[in-house]
């Protein structure tokens, strides 16, 4: 009897990867990114990742590197996926290739209510630095964003 062996990724995002994310997001975010967001953010040679469980596309993340940090600018993982690690990996992931690329520390914003997302950063050593007041579109208006920051 044969086992399976389950095996996950990490890979740059292609165009044709799009529609599957595009699912995700939708599923995850109120207010999700555009198809063109995520095609800009390829074309533009952003970091664009997504991470995939034998053919399943569980999550995604794109990170913009600056000269001195890197800038995450948005990571999702399937609602199904969620609380299972993988954020966590995702996350890791664009850490280490902060650190490959010499940045002194990486920054990401996050909704103020998105608690499950805070704690996680938290746990990995990101550190609120600032708030911004009014930066995300919210049901009733708008919603604060915490920007946090990890120094490598």
């Given at each position: ?29 109120l207010f ?51 609380y ?69």
């Open positions: 009897m044969s086992v399976i062996q389950q095996t996950d990724q990490i890979r740059e995002m292609q165009l044709e990867d799009v529609g599957r994310i595009i699912l995700i997001e939708r599923e995850i975010f999700p990114w555009s198809v063109m967001n995520f095609i800009d953010s390829i074309k533009s040679g952003y970091y664009c990742r997504v991470l995939e469980q034998d053919d399943e596309l569980i999550g995604y993340g794109i990170t913009m590197m600056g000269p001195d940090e890197a800038h995450i600018l948005t990571l999702g993982i399937a609602a199904q996926r969620q299972q690690g993988w954020g966590g990996k995702l996350l890791d992931y664009f850490i280490q290739l902060a650190k490959q690329n010499n940045a002194l520390a990486v920054i990401l914003d996050v909704r103020k209510s998105n608690t499950s997302a805070i704690n996680l950063y938290r746990r990995l050593g990101f550190q609120q630095i600032a708030l911004r007041k009014g930066y995300y579109p919210a049901m009733c208006g708008r919603e604060d964003a915490l920007v946090m920051r990890l120094d490598l």
